[in-house]
């Protein structure tokens, strides 16, 4: 029997055996009757879910575009969402010929993949007087696709199913009491089996940020996994029961180990964000300890949500550089099986996925300062820059990261892992607010800051092609400000980046260079994916700009980003003419 | 009690201001405009809202620039009861009265360094 990973690479040899003018397509643009194809089984022609298979390698194997030929990429179809709040964010899914995607406001569309012709739609009603009230909303950034439905998350903490050929509720379950905590669903569902994960806000919420299981086929909760002090013990790293309101959550899809069942999902920070006890947080402040499971990636058994294992990327997290952004990529080497997960600080953790075991971690943004360094092989934080009360300059890197949440791409073709850096760092004042101790329903800080240029330069971006193992660089190109969207790689050898001024470019995936780029209007921060239908491959990316980290743009980079709409967005689809 | 009402009631006790005024129902309308404390008010910025309004609402960030400026109370009340769909969450239901007043208190007392 075929292992999952063996299946892939049959199916990437298999496409690229074709040559580069055919690709294996689905009969139909709109053959609806059929399920879902296995996520497993990944690349071929359909995307199904978020991180493109459960390796998390947001490649695609086709080759009809390629670097011979990308310069004859044009627009073939657009769709518009409208009321596109704080931009597209989501990640688009294909399945036998029908793209589904959706918007702001969780709101849901399938078109037919090879013309965009609407097929359904689903308008979920909400609470719009939670929504008014949310901080991180109304986006949704992706959806999951199997059993004949799609899966959705909703702001106001509700999980729906939606008949897949229909556009018709299944189920509608509601998970988060999002009136009490103002947090909901923005991360896409990850389907596992015959059940539906999903992991809801936290980060600096109050709350304790939970993990869901629920079961696919009827939408009841199996389980849930509470990310602040999921377990007894771990409820010792909370010193006063601050884990009452520690924050957490795992607001990104995760990634699943299917020859060890396991399930891997990154966590929020904690809460409050910024911790005025500074060097004494193992003793004082308002969260003393290390504060599990925050800023950690976790193994979850996804039949009972039990925890399998965890490894903590930065313990007590006193800087908001969680764990919850990015995708778990999955590869062998060297006879091992390995994960490796950027977290949000600017290192790159790569573990071994039968304990989480640490086998490297490697720096990918330049400017860091948070800590002078992260121990290669224990993972442990080196010489931390703790923050107490008071005025503190040029922290690095910004709140916004060294890197973002949306995800890189890895090809197995050039086995190079490409990843956004961001290069920016900012000035705060820890204040000692006012103790939270009950959940509630705002953001529960501790700091003013305002962002700046690194000393000696100007803030900036990266997108650089690298061995996910060492971080060994092969090639870098420079970004005036730093891309927010998600990268593709495809089996035509190109790398497609959406940056954050409204280019989508295509670059050669062994050298960096240039090939292509065309100008959607608006900034990106969303997915982008490939597939192929009616014989023809297509590259379809979310357009529209307005996300928390983006809103920085215009303060710190000025035009045309303090003008950019922020209520604009559509799918915008190309092939070659 | 709700929990809001008892983290309102701890402010108060926090601060030694109008413990009356802090901790009653929120639905009770006071008598008199409820005391605004520019500090509880910059405690309470902190917290909620620096994270849009960049230095402590000095300068411009993901939110506009606070400290100087020309909109009048009743306008900077509205705003934060009721928000700005996309930009800026609506806090009617998580602020008293008299916390309300004292974020008003507290952009009034930013000083405009022209930044």
Redesign the interface.
Request: aromatic share 10%.
């Given at each position: 029997m075929m292992t999952f990973r063996t299946r892939v690479y049959v199916a990437v040899f298999a496409v690229v055996a074709m040559g580069t003018g055919a690709c294996s397509m689905p009969a139909s643009t709109t053959d609806m009757t059929k399920t879902s194809a296995p996520i497993a089984d990944a690349g071929g022609n359909d995307w199904t879910t978020y991180h493109g298979t459960y390796q998390s390698w947001h490649y695609s194997p086709l080759t009809q575009i390629n670097t011979d030929n990308v310069k004859r990429l044009r627009v073939a179809w657009v769709h518009h969402p409208g009321k596109s709040t704080r931009g597209l964010q989501s990640m688009p899914l294909v399945s036998n010929g029908v793209l589904y995607y959706t918007g702001s406001y969780s709101r849901v569309w399938a078109l037919e993949a090879g013309t965009g012709k609407p097929l359904w739609s689903y308008f979920p009603k909400l609470n719009d007087d939670l929504v008014a009230a949310q901080t991180h909303s109304p986006y949704t950034r992706g959806i999951a696709l199997g059993q004949g439905k799609v899966f959705v998350g909703t702001v106001d903490g509700r999980l729906i199913a939606i008949d897949q050929k229909t556009g018709q509720p299944v189920w509608d379950t509601k998970l988060v009491n999002s009136e009490k905590l103002t947090v909901g669903f923005t991360g896409a569902p990850l389907l596992v089996k015959d059940k539906v994960i999903i992991g809801s806000q936290g980060g600096e919420w109050p709350g304790r940020g939970p993990i869901f299981g629920v079961d696919a086929a009827s939408g009841k909760k199996l389980w849930e996994f509470l990310t602040v002090a999921g377990t007894e013990d771990s409820k010792k790293t909370w010193g006063n029961e601050s884990w009452r309101t520690g924050g957490g959550g795992g607001w990104m899809a995760g990634g699943y180990d299917a020859e060890t069942n396991t399930v891997w999902w990154g966590t929020g920070n904690p809460a409050p964000l910024y911790d005025w006890s500074g060097f004494e947080w193992k003793t004082s402040g308002p969260r003393p300890g290390d504060n599990l499971f925050t800023t950690s990636v976790i193994a979850l058994d996804p039949d009972t949500g039990a925890l399998k294992f965890y490894h903590q990327e930065l313990p007590h997290d006193a800087w908001d550089f969680d764990s919850a952004v990015g995708e778990f990529v999955m590869i062998d080497r060297d006879g091992r099986k390995l994960v490796v997960h950027p977290n949000k600080g600017g290192h790159v953790f790569v573990y071994d996925r039968k304990d989480a075991s640490i086998v490297n971690v490697w720096q990918l943004a330049q400017n860091i300062n948070f800590v002078k360094g992260v121990d290669p092989k224990t993972g442990a934080l080196i010489g931390r820059r703790d923050l107490p009360l008071g005025k503190h300059t040029n922290l690095c890197p910004a709140i916004a990261g060294g890197m973002s949440w949306n995800s890189g791409a890895y090809s197995p073709k050039t086995g190079l892992y490409y990843k956004i850096g961001q290069e920016w760092c900012m000035d705060l004042e820890v204040i000692k607010t006012t103790p939270i101790l009950e959940p509630q329903a705002q953001l529960d800080i501790g700091a003013n800051f305002t962002l700046r240029n690194p000393e000696g330069g100007k803030a900036h971006g990266h997108l650089s092609g690298r061995d996910p193992v060492t971080g060994q660089k092969k090639w870098e190109v420079q970004f005036p400000e730093p891309p927010l969207a998600s990268l593709l790689a495809t089996g035509g050898n190109l790398v497609f980046v959406p940056d954050s001024r409204g280019w989508l470019r295509a670059y050669n995936a062994e050298t960096g260079q240039e090939l292509w780029s065309h100008n959607n209007g608006i900034g990106h921060n969303g997915g982008i994916i490939s597939y192929a239908a009616n014989g023809k491959q297509y590259i379809a990316v979310a357009t529209g700009w307005g996300s928390l980290v983006g809103d920085e743009f215009g303060g710190l980079f000025g035009e045309p980003f303090k003008s950019m709409a922020k209520d604009a967005g559509a799918l915008v689809v190309f092939t070659l003419e | 009690m709700s929990?809001?009402n008892?983290?309102v009631a701890?402010?108060a006790v926090?601060t030694l201001t109008a413990t009356v005024a802090y901790s009653q129902d929120r639905s009770e309308t006071p008598a008199s405009p409820p005391t605004a404390d520019p500090v509880v008010g910059?405690?309470?910025?902190?917290?909620?809202c620096?994270?849009?309004h960049?230095?402590?609402?000095r300068?411009?960030?993901?939110?506009p620039k606070l400290a100087g400026t020309d909109r009048p109370d009743a306008y900077i009340l509205n705003r934060i009861r009721?928000?700005k769909?996309?930009?800026m969450?609506?806090?009617?239901?998580?602020f008293s009265e008299a916390q309300l007043r004292s974020l008003v208190a507290y952009i009034r007392s930013l000083k405009d360094e022209g930044r």
């Amino acid at each position: 029997m075929m292992t999952f990973r063996t299946r892939v690479y049959v199916a990437v040899f298999a496409v690229v055996a074709m040559g580069t003018g055919a690709c294996s397509m689905p009969a139909s643009t709109t053959d609806m009757t059929k399920t879902s194809a296995p996520i497993a089984d990944a690349g071929g022609n359909d995307w199904t879910t978020y991180h493109g298979t459960y390796q998390s390698w947001h490649y695609s194997p086709l080759t009809q575009i390629n670097t011979d030929n990308v310069k004859r990429l044009r627009v073939a179809w657009v769709h518009h969402p409208g009321k596109s709040t704080r931009g597209l964010q989501s990640m688009p899914l294909v399945s036998n010929g029908v793209l589904y995607y959706t918007g702001s406001y969780s709101r849901v569309w399938a078109l037919e993949a090879g013309t965009g012709k609407p097929l359904w739609s689903y308008f979920p009603k909400l609470n719009d007087d939670l929504v008014a009230a949310q901080t991180h909303s109304p986006y949704t950034r992706g959806i999951a696709l199997g059993q004949g439905k799609v899966f959705v998350g909703t702001v106001d903490g509700r999980l729906i199913a939606i008949d897949q050929k229909t556009g018709q509720p299944v189920w509608d379950t509601k998970l988060v009491n999002s009136e009490k905590l103002t947090v909901g669903f923005t991360g896409a569902p990850l389907l596992v089996k015959d059940k539906v994960i999903i992991g809801s806000q936290g980060g600096e919420w109050p709350g304790r940020g939970p993990i869901f299981g629920v079961d696919a086929a009827s939408g009841k909760k199996l389980w849930e996994f509470l990310t602040v002090a999921g377990t007894e013990d771990s409820k010792k790293t909370w010193g006063n029961e601050s884990w009452r309101t520690g924050g957490g959550g795992g607001w990104m899809a995760g990634g699943y180990d299917a020859e060890t069942n396991t399930v891997w999902w990154g966590t929020g920070n904690p809460a409050p964000l910024y911790d005025w006890s500074g060097f004494e947080w193992k003793t004082s402040g308002p969260r003393p300890g290390d504060n599990l499971f925050t800023t950690s990636v976790i193994a979850l058994d996804p039949d009972t949500g039990a925890l399998k294992f965890y490894h903590q990327e930065l313990p007590h997290d006193a800087w908001d550089f969680d764990s919850a952004v990015g995708e778990f990529v999955m590869i062998d080497r060297d006879g091992r099986k390995l994960v490796v997960h950027p977290n949000k600080g600017g290192h790159v953790f790569v573990y071994d996925r039968k304990d989480a075991s640490i086998v490297n971690v490697w720096q990918l943004a330049q400017n860091i300062n948070f800590v002078k360094g992260v121990d290669p092989k224990t993972g442990a934080l080196i010489g931390r820059r703790d923050l107490p009360l008071g005025k503190h300059t040029n922290l690095c890197p910004a709140i916004a990261g060294g890197m973002s949440w949306n995800s890189g791409a890895y090809s197995p073709k050039t086995g190079l892992y490409y990843k956004i850096g961001q290069e920016w760092c900012m000035d705060l004042e820890v204040i000692k607010t006012t103790p939270i101790l009950e959940p509630q329903a705002q953001l529960d800080i501790g700091a003013n800051f305002t962002l700046r240029n690194p000393e000696g330069g100007k803030a900036h971006g990266h997108l650089s092609g690298r061995d996910p193992v060492t971080g060994q660089k092969k090639w870098e190109v420079q970004f005036p400000e730093p891309p927010l969207a998600s990268l593709l790689a495809t089996g035509g050898n190109l790398v497609f980046v959406p940056d954050s001024r409204g280019w989508l470019r295509a670059y050669n995936a062994e050298t960096g260079q240039e090939l292509w780029s065309h100008n959607n209007g608006i900034g990106h921060n969303g997915g982008i994916i490939s597939y192929a239908a009616n014989g023809k491959q297509y590259i379809a990316v979310a357009t529209g700009w307005g996300s928390l980290v983006g809103d920085e743009f215009g303060g710190l980079f000025g035009e045309p980003f303090k003008s950019m709409a922020k209520d604009a967005g559509a799918l915008v689809v190309f092939t070659l003419e | 009690m709700s929990y809001m009402n008892r983290v309102v009631a701890f402010v108060a006790v926090l601060t030694l201001t109008a413990t009356v005024a802090y901790s009653q129902d929120r639905s009770e309308t006071p008598a008199s405009p409820p005391t605004a404390d520019p500090v509880v008010g910059g405690q309470l910025f902190a917290s909620t809202c620096g994270f849009c309004h960049q230095d402590g609402g000095r300068v411009a960030g993901r939110g506009p620039k606070l400290a100087g400026t020309d909109r009048p109370d009743a306008y900077i009340l509205n705003r934060i009861r009721t928000g700005k769909e996309g930009a800026m969450p609506a806090f009617g239901r998580a602020f008293s009265e008299a916390q309300l007043r004292s974020l008003v208190a507290y952009i009034r007392s930013l000083k405009d360094e022209g930044r």
